[in-house]
């Protein structure tokens, strides 16, 4: 079983549409939790990190269900330029950052 | 404030042949990564060093790989003799934390390819 995973996608979703997506990891002692956001052929960067009481950033909110083990991520008012693969990333078994292939969001206008 | 920087951001070799990468992390970072990232692997981190000290090389697929930090500013990551198997896009991350745990930033990569 992978450490961490996600819905490849892709989430298909109009312009102005919300999309929540989820991601479920296998390391109940797990402490750290990040969005990334990867464009086509270029490198992660950082969207969000994820805390325990969940956070937002503009249309971006985080949220955290350690009982799970899941982590959400859900986009208000989609823009075009939200299509992006955005990466779930947590703390592993051994201490180290695992991130998960990916979830392929597209934006339609 | 300039990000971390990669070279060559790409390369054609043939197999057999010896490859150099080349990653200076953002200043004031002490933490560097190196990752590798194919399509059927996903996202996988080959070594890490804290303050120019390799701390765990546990990802570096073989012996073929090697790694080194001579400096703050400057880390290299070598394959010798490449595979075709080889090829995949590698970045480079730093953090300013200690812990391998924490956010980092990773530069645009170099996109491999072995003959």
């Known amino acids: 079983r992978k450490e961490v995973e996600q819905d490849p996608g892709p989430f298909n979703v109009p312009e102005g549409a919300t999309v929540a997506f989820n991601c479920t990891y296998s390391?109940?002692?797990?402490?750290?939790f990040f969005w990334y956001r990867q464009d086509c052929r270029k490198e992660p960067k950082l969207l969000m990190s994820?805390?325990?009481s969940g956070n937002e950033d503009g249309r971006f909110t985080a949220q955290l269900n350690r009982a799970s083990q899941y982590i959400s991520l859900l986009i208000r008012d989609s823009k075009l330029s939200d299509s992006a693969t955005y990466l779930c990333?947590?703390?592993?078994?051994?201490?180290?950052?695992?991130f998960g292939a990916g979830t392929q969001v597209v934006v339609t206008p | 404030d300039a990000g971390v920087i990669q070279s060559p951001r790409h390369e054609v070799t043939e197999m057999g042949q010896e490859v150099t990468l080349r990653c200076k992390p953002i200043?004031?970072?002490?933490?560097l990564f190196w990752y590798r990232q194919t399509m059927m692997r996903g996202l996988e981190l080959l070594i890490y060093?804290?303050?120019?000290?390799?701390?765990?090389d546990s990802g570096m697929p073989e012996d073929r790989f090697s790694a080194k930090m001579p400096n703050a500013s400057f880390s290299t990551l070598k394959i010798q003799p490449s595979e075709p198997r080889d090829s995949a896009v590698y970045f480079c991350?730093?953090?300013?934390?200690?812990?391998?745990?924490?956010?980092?930033?990773f530069g645009p990569g170099t996109r491999l390819t072995v003959l």
């Open positions: 200043s004031g970072h002490n933490s």
């Open positions: 390391n109940s002692a797990s402490q750290s």
């Open positions: 990333v947590v703390t592993g078994s051994w201490g180290k950052l695992q």
């Open positions: 994820v805390y325990s």
């Open positions: 060093f804290n303050n120019n000290v390799p701390i765990d």
């Open positions: 991350a730093s953090s300013s934390e200690d812990r391998a745990t924490d956010t980092q930033y």
